[in-house]
C-alpha cells in the first residue's frame, strides 16, 4: 500500500535534521507483464480480494474471423501491498498477523475497560497496573513474534578465536519495535536511555552495514582472517577493531581481543613482561568501566550503577587510573611500538578523545554511543540527546540513511507525525498499526494527535486510518482476511461499514466460507448481514424448488425449508 | 509481482468479475459469453467452465446482476441490444445459461446498464443513445423477466431546456455502493456526446414523496458543463460525512465531495477537491477499493493508475503500471 | 470450564505449519516411539493441495514428510484405519490408500526415511460426475471392512469396494446435502446433513434411510449442518453427531424421538452455558476420559470429545461439567485421538499450525 503518512511528513519535518525527500509529483511505473503478443487494445480493471487489482488485458479481436493463433488475452492479478518491511516469506509474514491478533485484542479490552473504569472513579486504582505496564506486556508478546531472544547457549568449550558469537539473524522489524519500546512505553529505563541504546545498538549493529561499513562489518572481517594470522599484534587491523569495538562499548570483545595479544603466550611472557602487563592493565581497566545503568545482562563487562553520585565517583575514580596509567614510566620499556601505539590509541578512547572516538567509528549512530559512553554519560533528556545526535550527524554526514536511523531522528527529535511517516514507509502497515500502542503509551501529546479527527481523510483519526489500511491489507490473503475484523471493530467510526462491505464481498456458494461469515456476524452481532448473506445463498434454492416440481423425488421431506440447500454445482465439464 | 489468474480466448472484447471476484464472465467479438471459474474459493486460477454464443454480432459490455438476485449477467452487444443471461437448471439437467429478457429500443442503441439494489428491490439503469435513459425494476425478486420501467429521464438539471436530436457515443452510470438502507437509491450518470447539456454528469436522487428520479446535483464547474464524460465511479462509503464521486473529462479525473443533506433549495452541497491530470488520452474506467480510499483507473495510454489522498486531502498518484509483454 | 477437573494438564506442544491444515488423522505405528499421521494441506502461496504423510519422534519435532501426494483439489474429508486412509476433495473424488505400515514399509529400515519425501500412489481413485457433483462432504471407511462409503453436497450416497467400482446408494438430486458419515455395522451406517439432519441406512433395504431425525432446537435460524459423526463400537444403535450452533447430541435408535443433548445453545433445558456457541467440526468418543459416575449403562452416552469453530477442544460428559483442554483464538478444523495410545491428541488449527496434547 502506498504510504498514507509520507507526505504529511514531509511538510512536518521542515528543517529537520535529514529533510525527508518529499514524494515527488510522479509515481513509480512498476511494469506488468503479460507475455502476449503486442498490441494491447484494451485494459480493464477490477478490484479483487483487498488490495489485489485484477487487470484484464485484451487483444484486437481477429478481422474477418482470421486467427492468428495467438490467445486473445490475460487477466493478471497484481498484489499492491506487502505486510511487513524484513519479511520476505509470506508464511513468515502470516505468523506474525495471526499472533498479534490475541496482543493486540487483549490491550483493546483493557483500554475499553480502563477507561470505563476511569469513568465510574476519579482516582486511579492503586491494585491496577499503570498503563504503560499493559503496553509492555503487550510489547513482549510483540517482540517473540518478531524474533526470539538470543539463546544464552553456551559452548562447553569456548572457541578463544571466535570473537563475534553467531545469534539469530536480527530484523529490522524487531530492532525498531525495540526503539520504539524503549523511548515510547518502557518506563523502568527512562533514566538510563543512553545505555539502552548502546545496547540496542550491540543487538542491531549489523542491520546498518549495508553501503557503509559498520563496526560490525569490521569486526566479521577481522574475524575471517584471525586464524591466519601469525604475530596478531603486528596487524594495525587488529588495534583498529579492538579501538572501534571499545568506543561503542562492546567491551567483551575488547577483552578477548586483547588476551589474544602475543605477550600472553608461555613462551614470550619472559620477555615481554612489562608489554604483557600493560595489556592486561588495560583490559583491566577497561572491565572495570563505570556504567551508569541498574544492571548488565550475563557475561557483559562493567560495573553498575543505579545512583548518579555514586556512579560520578566511580567514574572519576576510574578516569584518574586511566590518566595515572597514560602518564606511567612503564611505556619506556615497551619496545613493541604497535602495541605501545594501540593501547595508548584505547587510553584516549576511554578519556573520550572526540577526534579518535571519530576515526573509530563508522556510523553516526556508533558515534553518537561512544559520545554517551566516554564524554556525556549523563545525557538526560531528548533534548540533550537531540543536540547530541544533530553533532554527531554533522560529522558523519550519510547520503541515504538506514530506515532505522531516520526512525531515530524522528523519535529523539520528538515528531510523532516523522515516526509515523517512518514506520509507515520502512516497515509497513502490520508496523504503524501495532506501534501506534507504543506511541500512546505514556505521551498525552502523541495521544492527543493520533486520535485528534482529520476532515480530510473522511473524519477519522490516524489511529483508525492505520488500522484501517492493516485490515485491508490482512484481507488481502485468503487465510488472513478473517482476522481483519479483530481490527476492524476497534476502528469506532468506519470499521463496522468496512467490515460489512467485506463480508458481502466474500463467496457465498461454498459451504466452509458461508459459515465463517455466519460465524463473524453471530460475533460481531450484524444480524442484517447474515440475513444478506443466506438471501445470497437462498436464491439457489429458487433453482431447487424447480427441480422439486418437476419432479418429486422420495425423500424430499428431507429437505427442511430451513435448510441450506447446497448445490454447490460445478460446472465442470 | 503479478501473477496470472486467466488466459482468454482469441476475439475477447470484454470481462467481468462478479460481485466476490470468484467468478470472471468474458465476451467475445463473435457473441460468444464465456465464463470462468475457479476450483476452491481459495485459489485464484480460473478456467473457463461453459461457453455459448448469445449473439451473432460482438458482445460490447457485460455486467454481473447482484448476487442476490442468482448468477446472472446483462450483455451489451455491438447492435445496441442489452439482453439478460441466468444460470439456471431445467429438467434435472445441469447448470446452463439461458434468455432471461431482451431490451430493444426503436431508433437507439443501449450504451451502458448498472444495476443498484436498494431495499429489496433490484433496479437497472439503462442509458441510450438519443441521451436518454430508462429506471426499471423488477417486480418478483425470483423472476429476472418481470421488469417494469419506472422511469424515463434525460440527463439535464434543468428540465426546460431544449436540444435538437441527441447522438451520444457512450453513456457512464454508477450507483452509489450503500449499505445503509436509510438512504434514498441515487446514482451518476454523464454522458459522451455531442450535445452539452446532456454530458456533465448529474446525480439522479430517487424523491419517495413524489416517487420520481430527480437531478440533485451538476458534477461540474460551469466552464466545463459540456466537457464530455468517459467514466464516473461512486465511492464507497464506510463512514464519511460526505460521497466521493469520481469524474473522467478529457481534462483529467475529477474527486467531487459531495454532502448528502441537501440545503433548502434541495440541492446537494458540492465540493471539487481534485483535479487529476497524467492520462494523455481517454479514461476508459475508474474503480474505488472496498474502503473508497483508493482508486484505480485504466486508460487509452494503456496504464493502470492507483490515485490516493494523503492526510492532507491532496490526492496523488501513487504508483503506475505499465503493460509489456 | 473446569480444566482443574484434570489432575495436570495435558503437555502441548505447537507446530506450526506453512501450510493450511485441511484435515489431520493419526495412522497407527507398530512402535510407540515412532508416531505418524496423514494430513491434508493447502498451499496458500502456489495454490496446491498436497496430502502428506510425517512422522512425529518422541521430542515432537516434524522433519520432511516421507510421504506424500497430490490430489486433484482440496481434501474435503479424511478417513484412516490400520490398514487404509481414505480422502475425498471438493471436486467430488475419493482416493484410498495402503497405510505405509501396511505396505510394510514404517517397522522394516528407517533409515532412508526422513531424509527424502517419496511418492506415494492411491490403490482406489474414483472420479467424475458420475460419481459425486461438488464437494464430497463425508467418507468413512469400515474398520476391516471392504467398502467405503462416500456423501456429498449433491444429496449422493456412494460405496466403493477395493477394485474402485462404486454403487449409488441412494441420489438425492441435489435436493439433500450430506455433510457427515459413519459406519454403524458393516451392513448400516448413518449420514448427517442439514437441518441437524440424521439418516440410519440398512444396506439390506435399499432405496431409502431406515430411520431418521431432524433435530428443529433451533426453530430454524440457524444453518443447522452436521459436521461430524461418531459411533462407538460397543453401543452400535447410538450415533453421537455435532454441528451448528454448538451443537452435540446422541441419537439412539432406540429412543428416536429422544434425543440426548449434550452441548447447544438452541435449548435451554440441558446445559446452562453451552461449550461452544459455534460450528462444532469434529467429534469423537474419547475412551481415554473415564466417566465420573460409575454406573455404565448402555443408554449412558460416553465422553465425547469435541472441537469448534471458536477454538475449543473439550471433553464433554453426560450430566457432567466439560473439560476445557484447549482454548484457542482460532478454529480448530479437526483432530484425532490415538487410537493406540489415546491419551495423545493430534489437533490442525485454522492458523496454520498442528497441536499435539500429550494427556496425563
Not at chain 1, 504503524?432 to 479527527?453: F, M, N, P, W
Amino acid at each position: 500500500m502506498p504510504d498514507v503518512a509520507a507526505d504529511s511528513a514531509a511538510s512536518a519535518s521542515g528543517g529537520a535534521l535529514v529533510p525527508f525527500v518529499p514524494d515527488t509529483e510522479i509515481a513509480v511505473v512498476y511494469p506488468l507483464h503479460h507475455g502476449l503478443k503486442p498490441p494491447i487494445t484494451r485494459v480493464s480493471i477490477s478490484w479483487a480480494r483487498g488490495n489485489n487489482l485484477r487487470v484484464s488485458l485484451l487483444r484486437n479481436p481477429p478481422y474477418n474471423s482470421d486467427s492468428d493463433g495467438e490467445i486473445g488475452g490475460k487477466v493478471v492479478e497484481v498484489n499492491l501491498d506487502s505486510g511487513a518491511a524484513d519479511v520476505r516469506e509470506s508464511v513468515q509474514w502470516r505468523r506474525i498477523a495471526y499472533g498479534s491478533v490475541t496482543p493486540f485484542a487483549l490491550l483493546q479490552s483493557r483500554k475499553n475497560s480502563a477507561s470505563s473504569l476511569s469513568k465510574l472513579q476519579s482516582s486511579p486504582s492503586p491494585f491496577h497496573l499503570d498503563w504503560w505496564e499493559h503496553v509492555m506486556e503487550y510489547s513482549k508478546d510483540i517482540k517473540e513474534l518478531l524474533g526470539n531472544p538470543k539463546s544464552n547457549y553456551d559452548p562447553l568449550i569456548e572457541d578463544p578465536k571466535e570473537v563475534l558469537k553467531k545469534g539469530e539473524e536480527p530484523t529490522s522489524l524487531k530492532a525498531a519495535w525495540e526503539l520504539m519500546e524503549m523511548f515510547y512505553a518502557d518506563k523502568l529505563c527512562q533514566s538510563w536511555l543512553p545505555e539502552r541504546l548502546v545496547d540496542w545498538l550491540a543487538d542491531y549493529d549489523c542491520l546498518l552495514s549495508g553501503d557503509q561499513p559498520t563496526v560490525h562489518s569490521k569486526l566479521v572481517e577481522f574475524q575471517g582472517t584471525l586464524v591466519t594470522l601469525q604475530v596478531i599484534e603486528d596487524d594495525p587491523k587488529y588495534w583498529e577493531v579492538i579501538s572501534s569495538a571499545l568506543a561503542i562499548g562492546w567491551l567483551e570483545i575488547v577483552v578477548k581481543l586483547l588476551r589474544l595479544h602475543g605477550s600472553y603466550q608461555l613462551d614470550q611472557l619472559g620477555h615481554r613482561e612489562t608489554e604483557n602487563g600493560l595489556v592486561e592493565t588495560v583490559a583491566v581497566l577497561i572491565s572495570m568501566m563505570p556504567r551508569f545503568r541498574p544492571e548488565l545482562k550475563n557475561g557483559k563487562l562493567g560495573e553498575c550503577f543505579e545512583a548518579k553520585p555514586d556512579f560520578m565517583k566511580a567514574w572519576e575514580k576510574w578516569r584518574e587510573q586511566i590518566t595515572k596509567l597514560d602518564s606511567s614510566a612503564f611505556w619506556v620499556p615497551c619496545h613493541h611500538r604497535q602495541t605501545r601505539e594501540g593501547l595508548k590509541n584505547l587510553i584516549q578512547i576511554m578519556l573520550g578523545n572526540t577526534k579518535i572516538l571519530c576515526t573509530a567509528t563508522a556510523h553516526w549512530i556508533e558515534l553518537y554511543i561512544s559520545h554517551f559512553l566516554f564524554i556525556r554519560p549523563f545525557t538526560a533528556g531528548l533534548e540533550g540527546m537531540y543536540n547530541l545526535a544533530q553533532k554527531c550527524v554533522q560529522m558523519k554526514p550519510m547520503s541515504s540513511p538506514h530506515k532505522l536511523l531516520r526512525l531515530i531522528i524522528g523519535i529523539i527529535g520528538e515528531n510523532t507525525e516523522v515516526v509515523l511517516a517512518e514506520c509507515s514507509r520502512g516497515f509497513g502497515p502490520w508496523m504503524v498499526a501495532h506501534a501506534i500502542e507504543l506511541l500512546t503509551a505514556r505521551s498525552d501529546q502523541a495521544d492527543i494527535l493520533l486520535h485528534k479527527e482529520h476532515d480530510d481523510i473522511g473524519g477519522i483519526s490516524m489511529e483508525e486510518l492505520h488500522r484501517l489500511v492493516y485490515a485491508q491489507v490482512l484481507t488481502s490473503h485468503f487465510l488472513t482476511w478473517q482476522i481483519a475484523p479483530v481490527y476492524l471493530t476497534s476502528c469506532m467510526k468506519q470499521g463496522m461499514s468496512l467490515l460489512e462491505f467485506l463480508l458481502y464481498r466474500q463467496p457465498a456458494q461454498h459451504n466452509q466460507l458461508l459459515l465463517k461469515n455466519l460465524e463473524i456476524c453471530r460475533l460481531y452481532e450484524l444480524d442484517h448481514v447474515s440475513s444478506n448473506i443466506m438471501k445470497v445463498y437462498e436464491i439457489l434454492k429458487r433453482i431447487l424448488d424447480f427441480i422439486y416440481q418437476m419432479n418429486t423425488p422420495s425423500l424430499v421431506s428431507l429437505s427442511s425449508a430451513n435448510s441450506l440447500p447446497v448445490a454447490f454445482v460445478d460446472s465442470e465439464t | 509481482m503479478e501473477k496470472s489468474v486467466a488466459t482468454l480466448d482469441e476475439g475477447t472484447t470484454c470481462t467481468s468479475w462478479n460481485y466476490c471476484g470468484q467468478r470472471l464472465a468474458t465476451g467475445s467479438f463473435n457473441g460468444f459469453l464465456s465464463i470462468f471459474d475457479s476450483p476452491d474459493p481459495a485459489s485464484s486460477s480460473f478456467t473457463a467452465t461453459s461457453k455459448i454464443r448469445i449473439h451473432e454480432g460482438g458482445i460490447v459490455k457485460i455486467v454481473w446482476i447482484p448476487p442476490e438476485y442468482g448468477d446472472a449477467v446483462a450483455c451489451i452487444c455491438n447492435d445496441g441490444s442489452l439482453s439478460l443471461w441466468e444460470e439456471i437448471a431445467e429438467d434435472g439437467q445441469p447448470l446452463q445459461w439461458k434468455l432471461c429478457e431482451t431490451f430493444h429500443s426503436k431508433g437507439s442503441t443501449v450504451l451502458e446498464a448498472q444495476f443498484g439494489v436498494i431495499r429489496t428491490s433490484l433496479k437497472m439503469v439503462v442509458a441510450y443513445s438519443d441521451g436518454h435513459a430508462k429506471v426499471y425494476e423488477l417486480l418478483d425478486p425470483f423472476e429476472l423477466k418481470n421488469w417494469q420501467l419506472q422511469a424515463e429521464i434525460q440527463n439535464v438539471i434543468d428540465s426546460v431546456s431544449t436540444f435538437g436530436k441527441a447522438s451520444c457515443f457512450s453513456a457512464s452510470i454508477s450507483w452509489n455502493p450503500q449499505l445503509n438502507e436509510s438512504q434514498e437509491p441515487s446514482f451518476v450518470l454523464g454522458f459522451n456526446s455531442d450535445t452539452p447539456q446532456l454530458n456533465s454528469s448529474k446525480v439522479w436522487v430517487f424523491d419517495q414523496a413524489h416517487h420520481r428520479w430527480i437531478p440533485v446535483a451538476e458534477l461540474a464547474l460551469p466552464l466545463d458543463k459540456s466537457d464530455q464524460v468517459f467514466a464516473v465511479a461512486w465511492a464507497p462509503n464506510i463512514g464519511r460525512a460526505y460521497e466521493l464521486i469520481a469524474v473522467a473529462t478529457h481534462k483529467g479525473i475529477t474527486i467531487w465531495h459531495v454532502r448528502l443533506n441537501p440545503d433548502l433549495d434541495g440541492r446537494l452541497s458540492l465540493e471539487k477537491a481534485a483535479l487529476l491530470s497524467g492520462y494523455e488520452g481517454e479514461v476508459w474506467q475508474m474503480e474505488w477499493d472496498m474502503s473508497g480510499m483508493t482508486l484505480a483507473t485504466s486508460g487509452t495510454d494503456g496504464m493502470v493508475r492507483l490515485w490516493q489522498s494523503n492526510l492532507n486531502g491532496a490526492w496523488l498518484e501513487q504508483a503506475a503500471f505499465e503493460p509489456t509483454s | 470450564m473446569a480444566i482443574t477437573n484434570l489432575p495436570k494438564t495435558p503437555k502441548i506442544h505447537r507446530i506450526p505449519q506453512p501450510k493450511f491444515i485441511d484435515a489431520i488423522r493419526w495412522l497407527s505405528s507398530p512402535s510407540p516411539f515412532q508416531k505418524s499421521f496423514i494430513t491434508s494441506l493447502y498451499d496458500s502461496d502456489f495454490h496446491t493441495p498436497s496430502l502428506e504423510i510425517h512422522s512425529l519422534d518422541p521430542s515432537k519435532t516434524l522433519t520432511t514428510a516421507l510421504f506424500s501426494w497430490t490430489p486433484p483439489s482440496r481434501i474435503s474429508s479424511l478417513k484412516s484405519t490400520p490398514s487404509l486412509f481414505a480422502a475425498s476433495t471438493f471436486l467430488g473424488s475419493l482416493h484410498i490408500f495402503k497405510t505405509p505400515e501396511e505396505m510394510s514399509v514404517l517397522g522394516n529400515d528407517m533409515s532412508d526415511l526422513g531424509s527424502k519425501t517419496s511418492d506415494m500412489e492411491p490403490v482406489v481413485s474414483v472420479v467424475g460426475r458420475e460419481f459425486h457433483v461438488g464437494s464430497v462432504g463425508g467418507v468413512d471407511l469400515m474398520e476391516g471392512g471392504s467398502e467405503c462409503v462416500s456423501v456429498g453436497e449433491d444429496g449422493r450416497v456412494n460405496l466403493v469396494d477395493e477394485r474402485g467400482d462404486f454403487r449409488r446408494v441412494f441420489d438425492g438430486n441435489g435436493l439433500v446435502s450430506y455433510s457427515a458419515v459413519k459406519w454403524a455395522s458393516p451392513s448400516e451406517f448413518v449420514t448427517g446433513g442439514c437441518g441437524f439432519g440424521l439418516q440410519w441406512w440398512d444396506l439390506r433395504k435399499s432405496g431409502a434411510a431406515v430411520a431418521q431425525f431432524k433435530g428443529n432446537w433451533d426453530h430454524g435460524t440457524t444453518s443447522g449442518i452436521i459436521h461430524s459423526i461418531d459411533i462407538h463400537p460397543s453401543r452400535k444403535h447410538t450415533c453421537l453427531a455435532g454441528g451448528s450452533s454448538g451443537t452435540v447430541f446422541a441419537w439412539d435408535l432406540r429412543r428416536q424421538q429422544e434425543p440426548m443433548i449434550l452441548s447447544s445453545i438452541g435449548s435451554s433445558d440441558t446445559m446452562t452455558h453451552p461449550l461452544s456457541e459455534s460450528e462444532v467440526w469434529e467429534v469423537q468418543y474419547d475412551c481415554y476420559t473415564k466417566s465420573l459416575n460409575s454406573n455404565i449403562s448402555s443408554s449412558r452416552i460416553l465422553p465425547a470429545m469435541i472441537s469448534s469453530e471458536d477454538g475449543i477442544l473439550a471433553v464433554i460428559g453426560q450430566g457432567e461439567e466439560p473439560t476445557e483442554l484447549l482454548a484457542e483464538p482460532c478454529a480448530i478444523n479437526s483432530f484425532d485421538i490415538d487410537c493406540q495410545n489415546p491419551s495423545d491428541v493430534i489437533c490442525s488449527l485454522e492458523w496454520e499450525s498442528i497441536v499435539i496434547l500429550s494427556r496425563p
